[in-house]
């Protein structure tokens, strides 16, 4: 989702699915120990084109989450990403450029996580190089931050009530609990994530 997209150019984070996250931090791993750098190249499902490349800068950590992207119940685990190009490419810009790994299919029928060899991701790197965009997921940046703040606002409305009821119910019988404004006070930062 471009959403996500967004949330990772904003905060400079990545996840990907378990098996991805694995196979990336692999791939970090050796590339750290050979001194060159892995490169990730982003494409919304959907839209028919790639909008950036950014270089992995950390390992996975498979413990931590970001509590950042449109499902986040989804994605666990994450790693710091330093960006390079952000830009609408059309698709066309590179269905030239075969895998030999994936059936000598377009470079643009590659999933999450797969591995583009080195030939062909210098193509696409020097695509993203020369290609003059008019457009970015950076256009739409404001809209996405103002969905992002209405989500968090949302979410931190509907912890604060379910803490202001479980407090209402832990007092029942004892003639004590926090009220419910000191439960949602001390509850809305619990959505923040620091990455």
């Known amino acids: ?4 997209v967004h949330k990772a150019m904003k905060y400079q984070v990545w996840s990907s699915t378990p098996e991805g996250n694995h196979r ?10 050979e001194k060159i750098p892995v490169f990730l ?11 950036g490349m950014a270089r992995m800068t950390s390992e996975v950590n498979f413990t931590d989450k970001c509590n950042h992207w449109v499902q986040d119940e989804k994605w666990m685990g994450k790693f710091k990403l330093e960006w390079l190009f952000i830009k609408d490419i059309p698709n066309r810009e590179f269905k030239h450029i075969l895998v030999p790994t994936n059936e000598n299919k377009p470079v643009t029928n590659m999933r999450d996580a797969q591995e583009v060899p080195h030939e062909q991701g210098t193509v696409m790197l020097k695509t993203f190089k020369s290609y003059k965009a008019d ?15 209405k989500r968090k606002k949302a979410k931190a409305e509907s912890f604060g009530r379910v803490a202001a009821d ?5 007092g ?3 003639g004590r609990g926090r009220r419910p404004q000191e439960s949602q006070r001390a509850d ?3 959505d923040t994530c620091v990455c």
Not at 41 to 51: A, K, T, Y
Request: net charge negative; charged share 35%.
């Open 24 to 33: 990336l931090n692999e791939a970090y791993l050796e590339s750290k120990a």
């Open 135 to 149: 457009t970015s997921v950076l256009d739409e940046f404001e809209h996405y931050d103002n969905d992002e703040a």
């Open 166 to 170: 479980s407090a209402r119910k832990r």
């Open 188 to 190: 809305n930062n619990h």
């Open 172 to 174: 029942k019988g004892r």
């Open 41 to 51: 190249l982003f494409s919304v499902n959907g839209s028919r084109q790639f909008v």
């Open 1 to 4: 989702m471009e959403e996500d």
